[in-house]
């Protein structure tokens, strides 16, 4: 019954969509924030100050989804965890089904991100492009079971399109991952272009690249 509810809330005005989502789910969204056409109805949902959300995008299974000011999830990513509740992943126990998107990131068009463990993408990163997959669970070939890791992307990165993110790996602040790349752990060094599959460090970016110091997430 809640499900078919959900679903008659994703085609209300906005208005009238965002009192509901208020009043019934105890989400906190701001008065400037919005959501299009999108199934988007996570545990908790928190929305900043201009965050916007597309059409086309499904949001579930989560624990909580925060969206900082003025961040954008542009249109048909399906982003989608696995709760605490159930019966995988019982020996991670500061597993935390969630995805952060800070203040000025943008996640853009037909992405996949698994949020079975936490997902963070920092301020004013843009994951760009179509078809990245952000995965953050798999079988563990050794122990015999399911297993899973969080994924951070920093700040002010750049994630080219059609990238592969696995679990336990990270992206350092203030650089890029190039197109068609598979990053399988954590990095470091920040102002650097990583590539590849697996993705290694291939150069050096300039400290004062315009894209590390913009003001505002988006690019003209």
Request: hydrophobic share 45%; charged share 20%.
């Amino acid at each position: 019954m809640k499900r078919l509810l959900s679903l008659g809330v994703v085609f209300l005005p906005w208005v009238l969509k965002r009192w509901l989502l208020r009043r019934f789910w105890g989400y906190q969204i701001a008065d400037g924030a919005r959501i299009g056409l999108s199934y988007i109805f996570p545990g908790r949902l928190v929305m900043g100050e201009g965050a916007y959300i597309g059409h086309l995008n499904v949001a579930i299974h989560l624990e909580r989804l925060e969206c900082g000011a003025h961040s954008i999830i542009e249109r048909s990513n399906w982003i989608t965890g696995h709760a605490l509740a159930g019966g995988h992943f019982r020996h991670r126990t500061q597993r935390d089904p969630a995805l952060l998107l800070g203040e000025h990131a943008a996640i853009t068009k037909s992405h996949i991100i698994d949020c079975t463990d936490k997902v963070e993408i920092g301020a004013f990163t843009t994951i760009a492009g179509y078809h990245s997959q952000l995965i953050t669970h798999g079988i563990h070939v050794v122990d015999g079971r399911q297993d899973c890791k969080p994924i951070r992307i920093g700040a002010y990165c750049l994630v080219g399109t059609r990238v592969t993110v696995l679990g336990g790996a990270a992206l350092p602040d203030r650089s890029v991952l190039g197109a068609g790349s598979v990053l399988n752990k954590v990095h470091t060094e920040e102002f650097a272009v990583y590539a590849g599959q697996p993705a290694v460090r291939v150069k050096g970016l300039p400290t004062d690249a315009a894209y590390f110091h913009r003001a505002s997430g988006f690019v003209d």
